[in-house]
């Protein structure tokens, strides 16, 4: 099921989780998921979309997450495994693993996006924008993002000429022309355009 703007958020009966990912648009690293189930005893206040929080306010809340939740769980997906399988499908991927992956099973998952997992242990439904409407998604993104932060800030120490910990991989104009001076790293997707074109390049 998906579920639009328009539409009223289903009531669920029995333990939701919440599933999102960070990392799609970038050139470089991986595509990580989280999966949140909360505690309704124990409320997050100021819970949202990741990309509407400061870096200060996320890492903040992620440890109130992890100290609050019922279950959590973080999945990475590597650059070599979303050339092989596409980013939807790494994507798919990694928030339907971080689901499996709970210590507590959930009756359901939402997911954020227009695309439901497919066979999924429990129901799930699709909902658009669930990053601003679902608390449980909004957990999840705010996980996933301050886990793949982490990780890029990890992959500027190994490779600090491309600047991971300024644009943490995004086709910024900076990484785009360092890029094109000194090649893709390992890290790179080879599978995005801007690689795939300074790949061709070199050769």
Known sequence: MKITLSDE???INGLLAGTDEAGRGPLA???VAAAVILNPEMPIDGLDDSKKLTAK???FLAGEIKQKALSWAVVSISPQQ???MNILQASLTAMKAAAEKLSIRPDHVFVDGNKTLVDCFCGNTAIIKGDSRVA???AASILAKVERDAQMLQLHKQYPEYGFDKHKGYPTKAHREILTVIGPCP???RSYAPVREVLQVIR
């Open 9 to 11: 958020l289903p009531v």
């Open 29 to 31: 690293g991986c595509v």
């Open 57 to 59: 306010k996320r890492q």
């Open 82 to 84: 979303i050339d092989e």
């Open 136 to 138: 449980e998604i909004s």
């Open 187 to 189: 890290e790179h997707r």
